[in-house]
């Protein structure tokens, strides 16, 4: 079980989360946190929960679709969600095992 907590701060936003995480029935300790590519005028963090696979491939998938030009929040956090979506669809129910989902979640910081 993942725990992941997000904090919207006056200077920021803080994420934190647990590092255990279970590979080929196997406890491992890692990050859960990834920081994808800044720009100059924009952080974005991702908490995973969910396979490790998944997660980076979400997390490549977004920061591909991050604009390279300064865009308002509200475009970024569209993007981000639709981003987020398609790959849901195409690839986490696309590859779900035949009466059950994998647990996926991101807890996902913009500034």
Sequence with gaps: MTVAIGL?????IVLGSDTKFRTNGTSQY????????PRPWLKVVV???GPVG?????CQKIEDA????????LAINTIIEATN??????YVI????PAALPNYGLLIGVS
């Design 8 to 12: 919207l701060c006056k200077d920021g």
């Design 85 to 90: 979506k398609a790959f849901y669809e195409n």
């Design 47 to 49: 908490a995973g929960a």
């Design 30 to 37: 890692g990050e859960k946190i990834y920081p994808l590519t």
């Design 54 to 58: 998944f997660i980076r491939a979400a």
């Design 66 to 73: 991050l604009p390279q030009k300064q865009t308002s929040l």
């Design 94 to 97: 696309a590859n779900r095992q």
